[in-house]
């Protein structure tokens, strides 16, 4: 991967729906050439998907810090998780937690029941909570 591809990839991470010949003209490529990159990118495994970005405002959401008792796998973590509606994320960590899940709910008061449900979990330790305030990014 060359500076190019980043470039390409920095694109398609803005708007993943522009023209092959758009970014070419900010990347400096003709649009057979960036489809070429693009093609290798999603062969090599770089580029594993596309989807649509969603602005809800008006929902909460929470990143949960995920201790759990003994050693507990990623497969495990995401047997765990995988089944909760709200969960939008979950990620295994370096640090004290052995993963972070990312919660989106319609309210506050709807965060409680799925924090509790991840901490009554067999296999968690304890959670420990942080309300998103705003996205920068």
């Given at each position: 991967?060359?500076?190019?591809?980043?470039?390409?990839?920095?694109?398609?991470?803005?708007?993943?729906?522009?023209?092959?010949?758009?970014?070419?003209?900010?990347?400096g490529l003709s649009?057979?050439?960036?489809?070429?990159?693009?093609?290798?990118?999603?062969?090599?495994?770089?580029?594993?998907?596309?989807?649509?970005?969603?602005?809800?405002?008006?929902?909460?959401?929470?990143?949960?810090?995920?201790?759990?008792?003994?050693?507990?796998?990623?497969?495990?973590?995401?047997?765990?998780?995988?089944?909760?509606?709200?969960?939008?994320?979950?990620?295994?960590?370096?640090?004290?937690?052995?993963?972070?899940?990312?919660?989106?709910?319609?309210?506050?008061?709807?965060?409680?029941?799925?924090?509790?449900?991840?901490?009554?979990?067999?296999?968690?330790?304890?959670?420990?909570?942080?309300?998103?305030?705003?996205?920068?990014?």
């Amino acid at each position: 991967m060359d500076a190019i591809d980043r470039q390409i990839i920095a694109h398609l991470r803005k708007s993943a729906r522009s023209s092959f010949t758009t970014i070419g003209s900010e990347v400096g490529l003709s649009a057979p050439a960036v489809k070429r990159r693009v093609d290798r990118l999603e062969q090599d495994g770089i580029i594993t998907g596309y989807h649509a970005a969603i602005d809800q405002p008006s929902a909460t959401e929470a990143l949960i810090e995920l201790f759990c008792r003994g050693k507990t796998g990623p497969d495990h973590i995401r047997s765990m998780v995988d089944q909760i509606p709200e969960v939008i994320a979950a990620y295994t960590v370096t640090g004290e937690a052995d993963a972070l899940v990312h919660l989106r709910c319609a309210a506050p008061s709807d965060l409680e029941p799925v924090i509790e449900s991840i901490r009554n979990h067999p296999s968690t330790e304890r959670t420990k909570s942080v309300l998103i305030l705003s996205k920068l990014i």
